[in-house]
Structure formats: structure tokens, C-alpha cells
């Protein structure tokens, strides 16, 4: 790829869109309408993209604890992969392309996920399909037919922690627990979805929307590198969000801009809190 390997331009996408080694999926979703990223596919997308759902398809029903998106059964996802044309083995790996409109929001999900069942050749859209469109690329509402596949996960140990792990992670001496929420929800200021406002106590704050531009646009490894200089991250560090998702974001910037894959909470602050008002935390 032109620019890194785990971020392609609208340019090298339109030279690649139709290739059979190329899988492109649409991830556009808004948390307070969970339809209306479907229904955005359903109207326009990228020529030949296939649609994957936060909540039906990246994520397993809400359960009392594991979060608001508790990550999807792995057999069943799997086998949608499958059906998408990906394969994991020859005669692929496939190269998977992901975008949404929402400054990595739900690519990013979705590019962790694949990576976590060992799945290297995914990359995300820079800009997403704003990027596309603003380029007068054209789009597309006819809905692509399903593939054969062979997606054959291989998880990555580590990648995943529970609650009793950020427990010792954020009160070690030297340990690093990321939010990757906005600064006032980690002060505890405002709490717009989860029932109880704050943070993991000993936590640090980033921003997830910190590392991309207003356009959607992924900041340079020079600007990221600037920005994470003021956390101490290793491969032991644990980011977490509300619920597993924007999480992801800070966790493919820093891939992108050369530092180790960090460990996933993915229950994030609404599986810690749901322990607060269970009482048993």
C-alpha cells in the first residue's frame, strides 16, 4: 500500500476496489439511531462494499456485566467473514478494507477485531466515504452477492483484559490505564449514556477524536507521536472506553504511528460501572 499498512487513500482504493483479493465493508453507524448506518448503506456506499452492523454483527447481545458491546460470538462472526469472500489462508490472506464516517469510530472496531483473530491484512479508509465522495468517486446501492470464504481465526493472547486486570494494571506503580473518552466524562463531569459518571480510578485521559482531523483524516506519525509522548505506552498498557468501541481508535493510531499493540478492556466503563451499581466493586 502507498502509505502505511493500516491505512489506505481514496486513490489507491479506486485502483483497487475491484480487485478479488480486495474485500471493502461499510461500518457506518450512529450510536443514538442504531439503524441509521444501515440505512445509509442501503441508499449509497462504495461500489461492491459490504455492510457489518455494530450491534448485530461486531457485537453479542448486553448481558448484566461484559459492557453495552460485549464482543460477538467468535464461531459465529467468523463464518460471516466466510461469507464475505475473506480468507485467512490461501488463496488468500485477503486484504480487507474498511471505512465509515465517523473518524474511525467503527472501522476501528472492526479493524481490532480482525487483528485480534490474527488477521493482518486489513487497513482502514483515511477519511472515510467523505473522502470518497469529495473526490466524485461514484457510489453505489445495489447490494454485493455473498462469497466464498475461508476465515479461519487465530487469537492473539493478551490482547483482551477483564476488570480484575485494569484493577492491578491502574494501581501498579508503573501502570498505564487509558480513557479514551472525552476529558469531561473522565473527570466525571458528564455522563450522556452510562448511569454512573467517572473513571477508573488512576486512569489517564485521551481522547480518542484527538488523533484524526476534522475531516476523518488519520494526523501524521510525526503529530501522533507528539501526542502520545505524554502517556508511558508499552504493550502492557490497557485503553478502554465507554464500551469497547472508540477504544479502538486510540489503539490503531498508536499502531499506526509504530508503538505496540496495547491490551483492549473491551467491557470499558459501562462493564466497570456496572459493577458500582451492583454494588460489588
Known amino acids: 500500500m502507498e502509505n502505511s499498512r493500516y491505512l489506505v487513500d ?4 479506486q485502483d483497487h476496489v475491484e ?3 480486495v474485500v471493502v465493508i461499510d461500518t457506518r453507524f450512529a450510536l ?3 439503524d441509521a448506518g444501515r440505512q445509509a448503506y442501503l441508499a449509497e456506499h462504495i461500489p461492491g462494499a459490504y455492510y457489518l452492523d455494530l ?7 448486553v448481558a448484566r456485566h461484559g459492557g453495552r458491546h460485549p464482543l460477538p460470538d467468535w464461531k459465529k462472526f467468523a463464518s460471516k467473514l466466510s461469507q464475505l469472500g475473506i480468507y485467512s489462508q490461501p488463496p488468500g490472506p485477503t486484504q480487507v478494507i474498511i471505512y465509515d464516517d465517523s473518524r474511525f469510530a467503527f472501522a476501528a472496531r472492526l479493524w481490532w477485531m480482525l487483528r485480534y483473530l490474527g488477521h493482518k491484512q486489513v487497513a482502514i479508509l483515511d477519511g472515510g466515504i467523505q473522502a470518497w465522495k469529495s473526490a466524485g468517486l461514484p457510489l453505489s446501492e445495489l447490494l454485493p452477492a455473498e462469497r466464498a470464504g475461508d476465515f479461519r481465526p487465530s487469537f492473539q493472547s493478551g490482547w483482551l483484559v477483564d476488570i480484575e486486570t485494569v484493577r ?7 501502570g498505564t ?3 479514551s473518552r472525552s476529558p469531561e466524562r473522565w473527570r466525571g463531569e458528564v455522563e450522556p449514556i452510562d448511569p454512573i459518571a467517572g473513571s477508573v480510578p488512576g486512569s489517564q485521559n485521551a481522547f480518542w477524536k484527538d488523533v484524526s482531523t476534522e475531516e476523518g483524516q488519520l494526523k501524521s506519525p510525526e503529530a501522533l507521536a507528539d501526542h502520545w509522548k505524554h502517556h508511558p505506552i508499552t504493550a502492557d498498557t490497557i485503553i478502554y472506553c465507554g464500551s469497547g468501541v472508540t477504544a479502538c481508535v486510540n489503539i490503531f493510531s498508536l499502531v499506526a504511528a509504530g508503538y505496540p499493540m496495547c491490551r483492549l478492556y473491551p467491557g470499558g466503563w459501562s462493564d466497570w460501572c456496572s459493577y458500582l451499581t451492583a454494588g460489588k466493586n
Open 177 to 179: 490505564v487509558i480513557d
Open 32 to 34: 443514538s439511531v442504531p
Open 10 to 13: 481514496v486513490p489507491w482504493l
Open 19 to 21: 480487485d478479488p483479493q
Open 168 to 174: 492491578q494494571q491502574a494501581s501498579a506503580p508503573n
Open 55 to 61: 450491534n448485530r454483527d461486531l457485537s453479542s447481545p
